[in-house]
């Protein structure tokens, strides 16, 4: 299985290298007052995904961080109801109060 993982990733890594090379075009991009920019077409597609990617990452990342803790807040209450629902220990019995087995009393 981890096999198939990277042979997927190198297939993924072979194509967006493809796809670089075939689109090594500059592009120019209109900026405030008048200020125009020039930035290779990959590095744009990069930056576009990355403006996208990041902000979801962390707004996931803090969503799993917090379910986590809260979680962990429901197993630790869960934990102490059931210590305290839970019956208390039988006393020790003393060694006189225990019955002597039937092939002693005979004796």
Do not use: Y
């Not at 993982?5 to 297939?11: A, G, N, Q, S, Y």
């Not at 120019?28 to 990452?57: H, K, M, R, S, Y």
């Not at 210590?83 to 002693?104: H, L």
């Amino acid at each position: 299985m981890q096999f198939l993982k990277i042979l997927f990733w190198c297939l993924i890594a072979f194509i967006a290298a493809i796809f670089t090379l075939e689109n090594w075009t500059s592009v120019t991009i209109q900026l405030w007052g008048g200020v125009e920019a020039l930035i290779n077409l990959p590095l744009l597609l990069l930056l576009t995904f990355l403006a996208g990617l990041l902000p979801t990452l962390a707004w996931h990342s803090t969503l799993r961080w917090r379910l986590r803790n809260r979680l962990a807040t429901a197993e630790r209450t869960l934990a102490d109801l059931r210590a305290a629902m839970a019956p208390p220990p039988a006393p020790p019995q003393s060694p006189d109060s225990v019955a002597t087995p039937a092939s002693e009393q005979a004796a």
